[in-house]
């Protein structure tokens, strides 16, 4: 199946970084942008066409994604939620439909080769 071969792919190239890896690089990021954003007004979200909390999910979800490809970084459900058989692909395929029907430009700026393939890979579903 597709499906696995794509999930496994994403995995692995995240489990093989080197010491001070891309996954941790990335998850810094979204954990200042969390906690930056945390500290914004309302209104810089709303003059965007976007509230604060639209923001907020879209830097979990991608983290949550995270998680679902190396426990070790991310945040979002738990390491025993994933350690139960196949919820990680199933809580990254809940992203790749995500990110296809509704949009997250904060992982589509963080990990732009994985949210284009996500979004591949649901399109041709079709």
């Known amino acids: 199946m597709q499906w696995d071969y794509d999930y496994k792919t994403h995995r692995n190239t995240y489990r ?3 010491v001070r890896s891309e996954a941790e690089y990335i ?11 945390s500290s914004m007004d ?3 979200f ?3 066409g976007i509230t604060k ?11 949550d994604t995270l998680k679902s490809l190396i426990t070790k970084y991310g945040e979002g459900h738990s390491s025993a939620y994933y350690s139960q058989v196949r919820m990680k692909e199933t809580e990254y395929l809940a992203h790749a439909f995500e990110n296809t029907f509704v949009g997250n430009k904060v992982f589509q700026k963080v990990m732009p080769d994985i949210y284009n393939e996500m979004i591949g890979y649901i399109k041709s579903l079709q």
């Open 53 to 63: 909390a639209d923001v907020q999910e879209q830097i979990l979800s991608t983290r």
């Open 42 to 44: 309302e209104v810089t």
């Open 16 to 18: 093989k970084m080197s």
């Open 27 to 37: 998850d810094e990021r979204l954990k200042a942008l969390r906690e930056k954003i």
């Open 46 to 48: 709303t003059k965007r």
